[in-house]
């Protein structure tokens, strides 16, 4: 290609747009695009914009990626923002030394573009199109919207900047700006409106005008985090960001909906590219990657998205079953944005407090021997699941050493248990009449016996033992954050300390007490081990079945037509299970064990699979027991029978939980650390609290890695670090 020419890669509702605009303007274009029909189509009959009734078409040149092998030199990127890197993986080497690349994308991808081919060769645009790709070939004109390029970072307007935007002038108005990145974050806000109308089926003005709460709520969020960053925030089209910032009145606010709302009606185009990704095209949404940034830069700021996360949680559940659309997901939406300002889940309007911060960690780093030589003592008790009186013996160490440290607790209960260990419940007074639970358990995988061949050992930073990370050292953090609070005289909620000794033998007797006291519980605290640093805020609900075929044994020599066997049924019946696996839905089904028959020469009478389900949603609960449950013979001369059942339930991550996910969040930040959060296959205790209805931050504990496992280690500085985030979120919940 020419150095004058335009290469535009990605040939959707934008690239197509601008790219019909250029090549109908005199311009040379090249279209690259990855969807192999589009292009044929492209090629044979040109580039067709449809305006209602009429259609009109131009020829471009259009290629797929890996039909195109030439230099390119303006690039006009308008792929969906998660596909960005992939699409400079093919950019970055046949970019000429003086060429460069502009964003037409939704989202923020200034940077990433900037990182790899350099800030000189970025430059930044806004772009409000409604249009759509309605056939192969063919781009939906959702009429006027607005257009802004700018330098990278807010560089002054460049000639090459103005070039540009005289040429797309042949589309519509587009303009120069020093600003781009405020006309960014005023359509994030917008944006987060439309992301919100998705999630049911019905036009963006009418699902606007009937929900204000959830859509003033979400540009809310966004906004606060741009004023956080001292973004200067830019009006486009009928979007007035100034509206829509907690400080407007709610008589503007009413009046500025109004106008959008109008102006929405008169698009051709009365559903968002969101809706029609889910609705239509079944495939997963871009809007996801669009927030990460904002997500990213909430954290660090320490400004919470309640509502946002809610909506992005909500596509993600359509991006698996589109026919989950439905107007009380907003209903919901309303009722969370309602009580957000006030109440916004266990955190409150508290934000975390930076002097607290330095203080807290300054107090644990001076006792970070201390902690380990706590750590080491606990490692030294022996604490079998399956051995009730080395339980016993941990559990009695464990409360002695709670005194030691905590002093006498307010209350105390031993919850007695026959055939596993007891459970140990201790309360703490402080602020607040509901207290926050701090959930874990003193039991352990491994053998009585263990620790002969296996003690506790330290190697700088690394620490090896049976239990130290799963989970010895996060009641270990636990004790520790209580003290430093205490010793530096700031204030904590009521706490409510609870160890169980059955835990890794699936908490049988201990769950019901747990929910009992989650109950009465404000927000609980697991501290089970973190995920590679991260906190756990979902995990899959688990599910142990057995599965019984009984047959008919005869002689398999002298009469092999006589009996039938439960070996061949169960084979079969192991093949329908496979069925009920679902990856993209996180359902895993696991035939673990197989025992059957007697004797070789003996047609198996009897055979017995063990199977562990995980599901990570109620619903998937739901359809794989009714498809256990409904199990039938393929041979009718054999039976089968299912028992067991859900050993725990799904620990899905509710609004609650992401609230209370990002009060750590900004703890961290307050500590200068960055703090991930996951979804893990493995189940805890905090999945029966979840269950109930009560927000849970797990995998609290220990970072490092190992569990079940010979090579378990944990990390000494993890331990101070997770002690003072413990410690920080405490002290900021007593806020709220």
Not at 277 to 297: G, I, K, M, S
Not at 315 to 327: C, F, G, I, S, V
Not at 609 to 638: C, F, I, K, N, S
Request: aromatic residues 6%.
């Amino acid at each position: 290609m020419s150095s004058d020419s335009y290469t535009v890669v990605g040939a959707g509702a934008i690239g197509g747009t601008l790219a019909f605009a250029l090549a109908r303007a005199g311009h040379r274009v090249q279209l690259i695009d990855t969807d192999a029909e589009h292009v044929a189509v492209i090629r044979e009959r040109g580039l067709t914009v449809a305006r209602g009734e009429r259609r009109e078409s131009v020829r471009v040149e259009a290629a797929t990626p890996d039909a195109f092998d030439g230099t390119v030199h303006r690039v006009l990127l308008a792929v969906k923002a998660q596909a960005t890197g992939a699409a400079l993986d093919w950019i970055a080497p046949r970019l000429a030394p003086d060429g460069w690349v502009v964003s037409f994308q939704n989202g923020f991808n200034e940077e990433l573009i900037a990182d790899r081919i350099g800030p000189e060769r970025t430059v930044a645009a806004f772009v409000n199109i409604f249009a759509d790709v309605i056939e192969p070939g063919v781009i939906l004109d959702g009429g006027a919207g607005a257009l802004v390029v700018g330098e990278c970072h807010g560089a002054a307007v460049s000639g090459r900047v103005r070039a540009l935007v005289a040429d797309l002038q042949s589309w519509g108005p587009a303009v120069a700006s020093d600003n781009v990145e405020g006309y960014l974050w005023a359509k994030a806000g917008f944006g987060a409106m439309l992301a919100a109308t998705a999630l049911a089926d019905a036009p963006m003005a009418e699902l606007i005008d009937r929900h204000p709460l959830t859509m003033h709520a979400v540009a809310g969020e966004v906004f606060d985090v741009a004023d956080a960053r001292g973004v200067e925030l830019e009006a486009f089209d009928a979007f007035e960001p100034s509206a829509f910032r907690r400080a407007a009145g709610p008589g503007e606010r009413s009046a500025a909906t109004g106008r959008l709302t109008a102006w929405l009606g008169t698009q051709a185009k009365d559903r968002s590219g969101i809706w029609r990704d889910l609705a239509v095209r079944r495939r997963p949404v871009e809007v996801t990657t669009h927030y990460a940034e904002v997500f990213t830069q909430a954290e660090r700021h320490g400004v919470g998205t309640p509502v946002l996360r809610s909506v992005i949680d909500g596509l993600r559940e359509l991006e698996r079953d589109p026919d989950l659309m439905a107007e009380s997901r907003l209903d919901a939406l309303d009722h969370l944005a309602a009580s957000a300002p006030a109440q916004a889940g266990p955190a409150g309007s508290a934000r975390p407090d930076r002097d607290r911060a330095t203080a807290v960690g300054a107090w644990l780093e001076a006792h970070r021997e201390d902690m380990v030589d706590d750590l080491a003592a606990y490692t030294s008790q022996g604490s079998a699941s399956d051995d009730r009186e080395a339980l016993a013996a941990c559990l009695a160490w464990v409360r002695g050493w709670l005194d030691g440290a905590l002093g006498t607790p307010e209350a105390e209960e031993v919850l007695e248990r026959e055939r596993t260990g007891d459970i140990l419940v201790r309360r703490y007074p402080g602020a607040g009449s509901r207290p926050v639970l701090l959930l874990g358990h003193y039991d352990t995988v491994w053998p009585t016996g263990t620790l002969a061949e296996w003690p506790f050992r330290r190697d700088g930073d690394r620490i090896t033992g049976p239990g130290v990370f799963d989970m010895k050292a996060g009641l270990v953090q636990a004790v520790w954050a209580l003290r430093a609070l205490d010793a530096l005289g700031l204030p904590r909620p009521a706490c409510t300390l609870m160890l169980n000794g059955d835990e890794e033998t699936g908490s049988l007797t201990s769950s019901d007490a747990i929910v009992a006291e989650a109950l009465d519980s404000r927000a609980a605290l697991v501290f089970e081990a973190a995920a590679d640093g991260a906190v756990k805020t979902a995990r899959k609900g688990v599910g142990l079945f057995t599965l019984t075929v009984t047959g008919r044994e005869a002689h398999a020599g002298l009469d092999p037509d006589a009996g039938a066997s439960a070996v061949e049924e169960l084979a079969q019946q192991i093949l329908l299970l496979a069925g009920l696996r679902d990856r993209e839905a996180g359902t895993s089904l696991n035939v673990g064990v197989v025992e059957g028959g007697t004797r070789s020469n003996v047609t198996a009478g009897r055979a017995v699979a063990r199977l562990d389900v995980r599901v990570a949603t109620a619903a998937e609960q739901e359809r794989v027991g009714a498809a256990l449950a409904a199990l039938r013979p393929v041979d009718g001369r054999t039976s089968v029978e299912v028992t067991g059942g859900w050993n725990r339930p799904v620990f899905e991550r509710t609004p609650a939980v992401a609230e209370l996910a990002q009060l750590a969040r900004s703890c961290a930040a307050t500590l200068g650390h960055d703090l991930r959060e996951t979804s893990v296959g493995g189940a805890s205790d905090g999945n029966f609290v979840v269950a109930a209805g009560v927000p849970v931050l797990d995998g609290i504990g220990a970072v490092g890695s190992g569990a079940h496992a010979r090579s378990e280690n944990t990390s000494v500085a993890g331990m101070v670090e997770r002690a003072a985030l413990t410690a920080m979120v405490l002290t900021t919940l007593s806020d709220g």
